[in-house]
């Protein structure tokens, strides 16, 4: 008696995975582009991944046009130079890239990668500024005057480390 015979199958037989149709293509929403007060964002139709950049310059220029024994020194210098490269990926995860280049130096004033599963709790890891300081925690675009006050150098300007903070009632109470 025989043994009944099974089929395998070569590899001719097997399919390849369908590529997609041009109609899925089609249907498939391209990555949307802009440019607005928010800087440069290229970010997926679903908003999962995103990536933006902006930056801001300042500069200071001191003038003395009456002195005539020259005991002032006329400038212009660049204050602060910042590009921010920050973005989303995998819509729970969130970075931030700030060097600085003003002053003729280069400095990473922020790097941080922030964790978000909620608003109620969200972790940051990396180089940022730390939540002290009402004036220290605004930026440089958005101060009232040209300096900071001085109780301002009181507080740690940013500092490397983990925190975890969180907005609680609907953003009413932050930690």
Not at 48 to 69: A, C, I, N, S
Not at 95 to 123: C, E, H, I, N
Not at 133 to 159: C, H, K, M, W
């Amino acid at each position: 008696q025989e043994a009944p015979r099974k089929e395998t199958k070569s590899v001719a037989d097997t399919k390849a995975p369908e590529a997609p149709t041009v109609e899925a293509v089609k249907k498939a929403e391209p990555p949307k582009l802009s440019a607005g007060a928010d800087g440069f964002t290229l970010q997926s139709a679903s908003g999962d991944y995103r990536l933006q950049l902006r930056g801001y310059v300042h500069f200071d220029g001191r003038f003395f046009p009456g002195d005539e024994g020259a005991l002032a020194i006329d400038n212009f210098l660049l204050r602060r130079v910042r590009p921010i490269f920050a973005g989303t990926v995998a819509r729970n995860f969130e970075f931030q890239v700030m060097p600085d280049f003003g002053g003729g130096t280069a400095v990473l004033q922020d790097a941080y990668l922030d964790v978000r599963y909620s608003p109620k709790a969200r972790v940051r890891v990396g180089k940022f500024k730390g939540p002290v300081g009402l004036e220290r925690l605004q930026s440089a675009t958005a101060i009232s005057f040209v300096e900071r006050a001085y109780p301002t150098a009181l507080v740690p300007n940013r500092d490397v480390g983990v925190m975890i903070h969180g907005d609680l009632v609907g953003g009413v109470i932050a930690y």
